[in-house]
């Protein structure tokens, strides 16, 4: 290995590739954002679209964790894991909208049955 490069690898510098080549380009954008979205009214047309194509994302990010998981979270049964999703529902709605409850409700039974099927 090069010998400045074995030298880079320890210490502090790893955080500071962090730094400089994953949270910066991104905050980047976040304050662009920020700074153009302003004058936007929420209910134009391109920030409805924005956050139908949101919402799609994550449902097919949802839909792919439960149907095809990878790891771990592959040796739950699809039931339990579906199971999950709805209290995590239930939660969110019966704590009156909050997501961190709905979190919490679908975490919930998903460790319980990780725990359960893990041995």
């Not at 590739?17 to 954008?29: A, M, N, Q, R």
């Not at 047309?45 to 979270?73: D, H, N």
């Amino acid at each position: 290995m090069i010998a400045w490069l074995e030298h880079a690898s320890g210490g502090l510098w790893p955080y500071l590739v962090i730094i400089l080549f994953g949270f910066l380009p991104s905050e980047i954008w976040r304050w662009l954002a920020v700074f153009l979205g302003r004058g936007i009214d929420e209910n134009s047309e391109i920030l409805v679209w924005v956050r139908a194509v949101a919402s799609a994302l994550l449902a097919g990010v949802v839909a792919k964790l439960i149907l095809t998981p990878t790891g771990a979270l592959a040796t739950i049964p699809l039931f339990w894991r579906v199971g999950s999703l709805v209290a995590g529902v239930a939660g969110f709605y019966l704590a009156r909208r909050s997501i961190i409850a709905g979190v919490i409700a679908g975490e919930i039974v998903l460790i319980g049955a990780g725990l359960a099927f893990s041995g």
